[in-house]
């Protein structure tokens, strides 16, 4: 950081009233006890804004660099990702840029996914049986072994989905 202090409101307003006197910088700078420079700064932003606030100066607009890929392109890569989940970003770059003049690299693919939501994930393992739970099974299966076909018409099956006729 400069060692630049910025001036008040107040002393500069007191440096535009000094002015409305004819009074020079020097003696100004002198009377206040500021640098020439300091003073040579204030007034040509006192000329450019016409105003003694500390106003921020806007940043230019930065130049952006145009995309390597068409929204198309992108829209075709995010397709691409949800129809095969376990497709890797470089599986999918090698797949873009099979049908592309111009390559794509694998930042470019990875930065189209996340922007589109989709984020790396490993996929979880099912997690295996417990031991208790092998045992309770086995002993299920040992007490409804002798069963008959018409003990097993009364049970009911379900897979757990929730059906919804009317609504």
């Given at each position: 950081m400069s060692g630049r202090k910025e001036l008040s409101i107040e002393t500069r307003a007191l440096?535009?009233?000094?002015h409305s006197t004819r009074r020079s910088n020097r003696e100004i700078a002198k009377l206040l006890k500021l640098k020439?420079?300091?003073?040579?700064y204030n007034d040509k932003k006192y000329e450019d804004t016409g105003s003694l606030s500390k106003k921020?100066?806007?940043?230019?607009?930065r130049s952006?660099?145009?995309k390597i890929t068409t929204s198309a392109e992108d829209r075709a890569i995010t397709i691409i990702s949800k129809r095969n989940r376990r497709k890797t970003a470089p599986e999918l770059t090698a797949e873009i840029n099979a049908s592309?003049?111009?390559?794509?690299?694998?930042t470019t693919v990875k930065r189209r996914?996340?922007?589109?939501?989709?984020?790396?994930?490993?996929?979880?393992?099912?997690?295996?049986?417990?031991?208790?739970?092998?045992?309770?099974?086995l002993a299920w299966a040992k007490s409804h072994k002798n069963w008959t076909l018409e003990?097993?018409?009364?049970?009911?099956?379900?897979?757990e989905s929730k059906f919804e006729i009317f609504g």
């Open positions: 440096i535009v009233s000094h020439r420079r300091t003073m040579d921020k100066k806007k940043k230019k607009k952006v660099r145009p592309r003049p111009e390559p794509v690299s694998l996914l996340r922007k589109a939501g989709l984020h790396a994930r490993i996929a979880m393992r099912k997690p295996l049986l417990r031991e208790q739970n092998k045992a309770k099974r003990d097993w018409k009364k049970v009911l099956r379900t897979d």
